[in-house]
């Protein structure tokens, strides 16, 4: 035999071979899979509350819930949310802070000085007295104690925070029937 036709049969007999050992899907390997449980579904929804599935979802997901969420009542925008006031008088912005945390300061900036702090309220009111178009308002939430009243900060401080815009609201008139 010629050296180029031992070599062509051992090429043939290596592919022969790997395409053999290459079709994996007939037998599963038992040691290197996972087994998993199979619930039965009617005593999973039994026994869950939403709360309980949520937690579940949380615990799946890992970071994808924030350890600190923050709720402005009003109107979103591009540039923040939008919270109308009546003509003349305080304006005030709801805030919802959700947190497991037990721990936690809400703040409300006017042009990058705090107004007001809040700890450990997840529903917060914030009040301006006198609301102006022209000022830049922030609230946010840290874990820590940024300052008080009168301090300046930066909004990077906070863990979270939203834009607020006060927009001087219609007043109402009184339909007379």
């Known amino acids: 035999m010629s050296y180029k036709k031992l070599l062509s049969l051992l090429a043939v007999s290596t592919l022969a071979l790997g395409a053999c050992g290459a079709d994996d899907?007939?037998?599963?390997?038992?040691?290197?899979?996972?087994?998993?449980?199979?619930?039965?579904?009617?005593?999973?929804?039994?026994?869950?509350?939403?709360?309980?599935?949520?937690?579940?979802?949380?615990?799946?997901?890992?970071?994808?819930?924030?350890?600190?969420?923050?709720?402005v009542v009003g109107t979103w925008t591009t540039e923040?949310?939008?919270?109308?006031?009546?003509?003349?008088?305080?304006?005030?912005?709801?805030?919802?802070?959700?947190?497991?945390?037990?721990?936690?300061?809400?703040?409300?900036?006017?042009?990058?000085?705090?107004?007001?702090?809040?700890?450990?309220?997840?529903?917060?009111?914030?009040t301006v007295d006198s609301p102006s178009a022209d000022a830049e308002y922030v609230v946010g939430v840290s874990p820590e104690d940024l300052g008080e009243a009168g301090d300046e900060i930066n909004e990077e401080d906070f863990v979270r925070s939203e834009k607020i815009s006060l927009v001087e609201a219609e007043p109402e008139e009184d339909a007379e029937e």
Not at 97 to 122: F, K, M, R
């Open 80 to 126: 923040g949310y939008e919270v109308g006031y009546a003509p003349g008088e305080a304006a005030t912005v709801p805030v919802n802070i959700i947190s497991e945390a037990e721990e936690y300061n809400a703040y409300l900036l006017e042009d990058g000085v705090i107004s007001e702090v809040v700890s450990d309220t997840p529903e917060i009111e914030f």
């Open 25 to 71: 899907t007939e037998e599963p390997d038992t040691e290197d899979t996972e087994q998993t449980e199979q619930a039965d579904p009617e005593e999973e929804t039994a026994d869950s509350s939403s709360q309980d599935l949520i937690n579940q979802a949380k615990d799946d997901s890992g970071e994808a819930f924030p350890e600190y969420g923050l709720e």
